[in-house]
């Protein structure tokens, strides 16, 4: 077997390398201790680039195109091995082809969630996905920095190292960012644009250049996403017409349900126009209810025919309470609740004045001396 391998390599004088894989970055031709032909014919297609290595040290870089092997195209090699004159014996040095078409669809995301302190929720965990595409710029460096002696080298020995570099990059420009949780969907080309540039001089160090860098998606919890949603509601809704809506449906199925009060009659237009009152005493709120409360009640029903009716407002404990008949008002009198300094307020006086100068009130007392003069 090592016998047929020899021949073989004696006799093969054509150097090339069809890639059948979509992943492979680098692969180093193999040869029979290495030797190469002088003369021999070097193939590199569109999409790669060879590198010379001698004895560890980077040599000649081909680019597309077929080379013939000597001493005039391989100049370095030539310098290295010492040849002045040039040779006509194999020589041995190593042969990587290097593909330097643009690998895509490459992913990467976060193992573990990244914590993010924001001002309204406070700490959140978020995640994050997406893709990136790069190609190799500078093979002799990618070999010496990445590949090392590898026979190959593929996107999959490489993505751990650079998913590690976008993570990072990723969670330095959103801390840096420090924008609301719920703006990162709207700002996800801002973000890829910014780690973008990063990117590219984290993969200059190796010979690598991104062209490009994608961010689809950052995700966060369940329930900060759903508390999110009911904010932006709220934010958007107009309370006093959503009332209005909700009372203009509520009339409406009343004025459908024969056994309602709009059944009786009051029907859908009244039912609407009941929705808009509605509406309106909700929107006056609580200070409509207040100033009604400290006014007093003018409109109560006017006395029967031929018979005179007492109606007073007594102040208790500094609110308006009433109004009281004569009946009531002597109740309140035997109770200790009405006393004569009490201020007291009828329909007719123009302010509120003591219960004992009021001439209708004798009676409420009945034979009850008045207090004593101070003496």
């Known amino acids: 077997m090592n016998l047929f391998r020899k021949l073989a390599g004696e006799f093969i004088d054509i150097i090339e390398f069809l890639d059948p894989t979509q992943n492979t970055i680098v692969h180093r031709f193999e040869r029979y201790q290495n030797e190469i032909k002088n003369n021999a014919k070097l193939v590199v297609r569109e999409g790669q680039m060879a590198v010379f290595i001698n004895e560890g040290q980077l040599a000649d870089v081909f680019s597309p195109g077929t080379h013939t092997l000597n001493t005039q195209n391989l100049p370095i090699l030539a310098t290295l091995k010492g040849w002045k004159y040039g040779f006509n014996s194999p020589f041995k040095a190593e042969v990587y082809f290097v593909s330097t078409k643009t690998f895509i669809d490459q992913r990467w995301g976060t193992k573990n969630p990244i914590i993010l302190n924001d001002d309204r929720f406070g700490m959140i965990e978020v995640r994050s996905f997406g893709t990136y595409t790069f190609k190799i710029a500078d093979p002799g460096k990618f070999i010496k920095e990445i590949v090392g002696t ?53 993969f200059e160090v190796y010979g690598m250049d991104v062209t490009k860098f ?26 006093n017409k959503l009332m209005q809506m909700k009372a203009a449906k509520a009339m409406e199925a009343a004025a459908n349900n024969p056994s309602g009060v709009a059944g009786a009659g009051v029907g ?75 201020l007291v307020w009828k329909n007719g006086m123009a302010n509120w004045d003591k219960a004992g100068n009021q001439g209708d009130l004798n009676d409420v007392w009945g034979q009850t001396p008045p207090p004593l003069p101070n003496i």
């Open 150 to 202: 590898s026979g190959t080298f593929t996107t999959d020995q490489i993505n751990d190292q650079l998913r590690s570099a976008i993570v990072t990059r990723f969670t330095d420009s959103i801390g840096e960012a420090n924008l609301p949780i719920e703006t990162y969907a709207a700002n996800l080309n801002e973000l890829s644009n910014a780690i973008f540039a990063y990117m590219k001089d984290d």
């Open 214 to 239: 994608l961010i689809e998606n950052v995700s966060m919890p369940e329930d900060i996403k759903k508390e999110i949603f009911e904010l932006s509601r709220l934010e958007r809704v107009d309370l």
């Open 268 to 342: 859908m237009g009244a039912g609407f126009a009941m929705a808009n009152q509605f509406g309106q005493a909700m929107a006056q709120g609580q200070t409509s209810t207040q100033q009604q409360a400290q006014q007093p009640v003018t409109n109560t029903p006017p006395p029967i025919p031929g018979a005179v009716v007492v109606s007073y407002f007594v102040a208790l404990n500094g609110q308006q309470a009433g109004p009281f008949d004569l009946e009531g008002l002597k109740q309140m009198v035997s109770n200790g609740q009405l006393l004569r300094d009490t």
